[in-house]
């Protein structure tokens, strides 16, 4: 609150909030901060979703996420988490994706 234009802080206190599971408090910075970086946008929007039960929702804003930014590690893991439930479509965006998940 002291220093609402540094970009720094305002992305740890979200990953803070997301660490400790207070997703609400995560989602409220989040929104404060309109020109927060896209990738940590679609991530924290897509724990929201699971949060709420949403688990379709939350792979749909990865998916489209991932769209504009292929390489982005953090999403295409989490994305990749969400599907290891369909292991044919968890094998299919990991041998598509330029992100290399596992070295």
């Known amino acids: ?5 540094n970009a720094e802080l305002r ?3 979200i990953r803070l909030w997301i660490e400790v599971n207070d997703l609400a408090m995560a989602e409220q910075v989040l929104v404060a901060w309109p020109e927060a970086p ?9 724990r929201v979703q699971m949060q709420k039960g949403d688990p379709g929702g939350a792979k749909e804003i990865l998916a489209q996420y ?8 953090e999403a295409t893991e ?10 044919p479509k968890l094998r ?3 041998n598509g994706s330029p992100a290399r998940i596992l070295s």
């Open 38 to 46: 896209a990738g940590l946008r679609a991530v924290t929007r897509a």
């Open 1 to 5: 609150d002291e220093e609402p234009s």
């Open 92 to 94: 299919d965006f990991l």
């Open 78 to 87: 989490f994305l990749a988490y969400l599907l290891t439930n369909d292991p």
């Open 66 to 73: 991932l769209q504009t930014a292929p390489e982005d590690l």
């Open 11 to 13: 992305s740890s206190l």
